[in-house]
């Protein structure tokens, strides 16, 4: 990526904060951030062995996937990472799907979008202001663990990712990231951020379960419409672990199918 295209990309990312009015060092809620951008997020535990994430074009709706088996800071990282899919890579009119199974793949598309999830989670500014003002101008040479744990919580990354990041801004030289990821190793990420109080949570999966719900009104309308079938209702509705005894509906049969099963036909 030529240093043109970096600008190009730390530009759009700077748009997606002003967007979203992020003011705050980090972006408090990646989920609701991308909502606010208008995407659909579905956030489902598939487990370790699934995709991270995928960035979908489909029909009119721009969809955000982000597998909650992983650790929270690293979901958030994937949302950032589909967020600049959709913003450099997706089209209506050419490449629809993007599946991320890592985020180590060294194509072109791959390294972009993770520099564009780089500036909108800890952009080049916020970064140098918190050094500046909330770490007090401390010298990186006095860097311990606990520094990171502070700038993860205020960001909402993971410890990796905060080291590579102000590694790639020229903030940490490969001693003192060496001697950081050995304070990792020794003391974990979690007791380090239980130390000074900072999110635990990030070292944590969620499992979170998530549709908009403007879908699954979508689909009990379309039910009721008799437009599809009770098998598509009952695999929407499975989706979130509910079922249609849940809902107070007639259980007529129905035929037709529909979209919301080429969409779950996606994720599998
Ligand atoms: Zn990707």
């Given at each position: 990526m030529n240093r043109k295209r970096q600008l190009d990309i730390e530009k759009i990312a700077d748009s997606v904060r002003a967007e979203c009015k992020v003011?705050?060092?980090?972006?408090?809620n990646i989920f609701e951030a991308a909502e606010k951008l208008g995407y659909r997020v579905i956030r489902y535990?598939?487990?370790?062995?699934?995709?991270l994430g995928f960035a979908i074009i489909k029909n009119a709706d721009r969809i955000i996937f982000s597998n909650?088996?992983?650790?929270l800071s690293r979901e958030i990282f994937s949302v950032a990472h589909e967020i600049g899919h959709h913003k450099l890579h997706l089209s209506e009119q050419g490449l629809t799907l993007i599946k991320d199974y890592d985020f180590n793949n060294r194509d072109e598309y791959e390294v972009e979008a993770n520099y564009f999830a780089a500036c909108l989670l800890m952009p080049v500014e916020k970064v140098n202001s918190f050094i500046r003002l909330?770490?007090?101008?401390?010298s990186i040479n006095k860097w311990t663990g606990l520094d990171i744990a502070r700038i993860q919580t205020v960001f909402n990354v993971s410890y990796d990712m905060a080291l590579i990041r102000l590694k790639s801004l020229g903030i940490l030289n490969d001693a003192v990231m060496e001697k950081l990821k050995l304070e990792k190793m020794e003391k974990t990420t979690s007791r380090l951020l239980k130390v000074i109080n900072g999110?635990?949570?990030?070292?944590?999966?969620?499992?979170v379960k998530r549709v908009p719900a403007e879908y699954l009104e979508w689909v009990i309308f379309n039910y009721n419409e008799k437009l599809i079938p009770i098998k598509s209702l009952e695999a929407a509705l499975n989706y979130v672990d509910?079922?249609?005894?849940?809902l107070d509906l007639s259980q007529e049969e129905r035929e037709e199918d529909e979209s919301f099963d080429d969409l779950l036909r996606v994720m599998d």
């Open positions: 003011t705050d060092y980090g972006i408090q535990p598939l487990g370790n062995d699934a995709p909650s088996s992983s650790i909330e770490l007090n101008e401390k999110n635990i949570d990030l070292c944590k999966a969620t499992e509910l079922k249609v005894e849940d």
